[in-house]
């Protein structure tokens, strides 16, 4: 299993997970940048995402939505702030409504991805960033943490 950590930090408002790759930061960067890779990746196996539009470049937009066991959807974006390839990519990410337009009633996060080379491999650190401890808190809930390692978990399937 490639999640080696996952952390949360109430009074920072930060969500932290980390996770090691046996293959190099290229290959991990490809998958984040080809969105039929990333539909693979990003949503729990119970919950497969389908991305609509995909522009991983700054100011660019990454639509989204995961499609639950009984039919349900649950819509996403990200609003892409700043890429470095391979090494990092920061964006905003949030709940969307069915047309994309931003959910404001659930949380809004800035999430920094960053891929090193470590020990023939990459290390992954994904850093989520939220307002204020209400929307933290509200993720929690909803169950993140366990359905960030099931997503990133998956990861490894693919690259093998």
Request: net charge negative; aromatic share 10%.
């Given at each position: 299993?490639?999640?080696?950590?996952?952390?949360?930090?109430?009074?920072?408002?930060?969500?932290?997970i980390?996770?090691?790759?046996?293959?190099?930061?290229?290959?991990?960067?490809?998958?984040?940048?080809?969105?039929?890779?990333?539909?693979k990746?990003?949503?729990?196996?119970?919950?497969?995402?389908?991305?609509?539009?995909?522009?991983?470049?700054?100011?660019?937009?990454?639509?989204?939505?995961?499609?639950?066991?009984?039919?349900?959807?649950?819509?996403?974006?990200?609003?892409?702030?700043?890429?470095?390839?391979?090494?990092?990519?920061?964006?905003?990410?949030?709940?969307?409504?069915?047309?994309?337009?931003?959910?404001?009633?659930?949380?809004?996060?800035?999430?920094?991805?960053?891929?090193?080379?470590?020990?023939?491999?990459?290390?992954?650190?994904?850093?989520?960033?939220?307002?204020?401890?209400?929307?933290?808190?509200?993720?929690?809930?909803?169950?993140?943490?366990?359905?960030?390692?099931?997503?990133?978990?998956?990861?490894?399937?693919?690259?093998?």
């Open positions: 299993m490639p999640v080696t950590d996952i952390s949360h930090d109430l009074d920072a408002l930060t969500l932290t980390t996770a090691q790759f046996a293959a190099p930061v290229q290959r991990i960067w490809d998958i984040y940048a080809d969105p039929r890779q990333l539909e990746v990003w949503g729990p196996k119970e919950y497969p995402a389908t991305v609509v539009d995909h522009s991983l470049t700054p100011g660019g937009l990454v639509t989204y939505y995961m499609t639950g066991p009984e039919g349900d959807r649950h819509h996403g974006y990200w609003k892409v702030l700043e890429v470095h390839e391979p090494d990092s990519f920061r964006y905003e990410d949030g709940f969307a409504h069915e047309d994309f337009r931003p959910n404001t009633e659930l949380p809004v996060s800035t999430c920094v991805s960053t891929f090193t080379a470590q020990d023939g491999g990459t290390r992954a650190v994904y850093v989520t960033t939220y307002a204020d401890r209400e929307g933290l808190q509200t993720v929690l809930d909803m169950g993140v943490e366990e359905g960030s390692r099931s997503a990133i978990d998956q990861i490894d399937e693919l690259v093998s």
